[in-house]
């Protein structure tokens, strides 16, 4: 990533001293500067309730780097960015918050604020949206249309609780600013492989003639975690699995698997595309919802080893609360590409691994010759790892040696870090050097996220009417009984995450 005159800015960040900021956003703008792509005049602002001075705030920062960031942490990187981070405590509610923000700018960047380039991230819960928005704007620190200098806004998922309330959300911001300075986070979009997925599909002529009903059986989505709910107990005890990460992170990924080929590479087109998929999802009922989808909350258990928490026994979590730590979603795609091709989505937390893996599952040959032989065997697969060990896989049959026809299933493995290195910029920092150009391809319009509530808005209403039996699954555990019921009724399987053949080798070089 070049250094560039877009990031001579003022990045503002509310929320400053969540979860968030210490674990991608900071770490990100680490990695950016150990790239040298943050510009001299870059400034970083942290916005937060909590007293400290810029000293504690640099040292916590400092902290966070050392634990999450993939780069080595080597001392003039960080001197260089730590002399770029500052701390400025207010309330989100307090406009007078605002205007010593305004003094505050123009102190550390030795010109007028309105002057400066300035991205304002919304790393806070979405409720203070609207008022960190509204103070913004009255006291006199963004205003739309602006493009020299620039004023963007950037707003972490997930955008509103529901359709009505993401509506609303849009309208008011729409008021303050264009659509071209809105940048709403789906950081999914931004890693690697999920990039890569377009390129798969679009530049290679041996997959496209085979994506559709004629050839694939089914196509399954994994996003799996180990981690519980850290920090986040009463941010997340409201939102669940479903609006957490089903709303946003699973959907872009079912439709960056199911698109039509985009007019052009341009974000509005390959935006357009992903809506019409979400708009072409088979309609369902509340009444129906039970019998697409599964959900489950986890109990004690242990996680490599050590013991796991029950999530109702986890900080900021209600004791007796009904909230999904996992969800599994059945979908179908009524259009000429996908008819009778159902989608499988499952994500959970406390699961036994960090995996989030995409898999498109080809129908079984037309079994003349070895039809006996083919019995038994695993299907045709193309299998997008997106994280860990980031890469590409496809399961054929092959033969066993020997006098018998003996078949079995092999994987050929194409592993991204062996072939491009391991420096592949991580989510967040390509996405905040994104802000910073203006360049709004990975991050998701409004008729996304409004197509996407209009499909989970039904799914809470049918979970909200009925309590189910909670908890349901070993922290540790794959997940629920309800999620393999869920497939199994189709006669299927989830498939379940193999280390890929270079795990060892990456091992390795990591170790080095
Ligand atoms: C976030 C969710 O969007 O994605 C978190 O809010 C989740 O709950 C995270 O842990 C997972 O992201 P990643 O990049 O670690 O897979």
Known sequence: MQQSNHNACILVIFGATGDLTSRKLMPALYDLEFKNALHGHFRVIGFARRKKTNEEYRKEIFDSIKKFSKMKVKNDVWERLRDKIHYHQSEFRDFDGYMRLDRFIEKISGQKSKNCNKVFYLAASSEFFEVIVDNLKKAGLAFKGSREPYHRVVFEKPFGNNLKSAAKLNDIIGKSFDEEQIFRIDHYLAKELVQNLLVLRFANSMFEPLWN???????????????????????????????????????????????????SLNAADIKEEKVKVLRS????????????????????????????????????????SYTETFAALKLKIDNLRWTGVPFYLRTGKRLRERVAEIYVVFKQSTPVLFHEHLKNSELNMLIVRIQPEEGISLQFNAKV????????????????????????????????????????????????????????????????????????????????????????????????????????????????
């Open 213 to 263: 009903y004629k050839y694939i059986d089914h196509v399954q989505i994994t996003v799996a975690e180990d981690l519980g709910v850290e920090k986040r107990g009463s941010y997340y005890d409201k939102a669940g699995a479903l609006h957490d990460v089903m709303q946003n992170h699973m959907l872009q990924l079912a439709s960056l698997v199911a698109m039509e080929l985009p007019v």
């Open 401 to 512: 040696p020997g006098a018998k026809i003996l078949i079995e299933p092999v994987r050929m493995d194409f592993c991204h870090e062996c072939k491009f290195g391991p420096n592949t910029p991580e989510a967040y920092e390509r996405l905040l050097n994104d802000v910073m150009l203006g360049d709004s391809t990975l991050f998701t319009s409004w008729g996304e996220v409004e197509n996407s509530w209009k499909l989970i808005d039904t799914i809470t209403k049918a979970w909200q009417g009925k309590k189910p039996k909670f908890p349901n699954y070993e922290a540790g555990s794959c997940g629920p009984r309800e999620a393999d019921a869920l497939i199994e009724k189709d006669g299927r399987k989830w498939i379940e995450p193999q280390k890929p053949s270079y795990s060892v080798l990456l091992e390795n070089n990591h170790k080095k």
């Open 281 to 320: 999802i088979e309609p369902f009922s509340v009444k129906e919802v039970h019998n697409i989808t599964a959900r489950g909350q986890y109990g004690e258990g242990k996680i490599s080893g050590k013991k796991a928490a029950a999530y109702k026994d986890e900080e900021g979590v209600g004791k007796k």
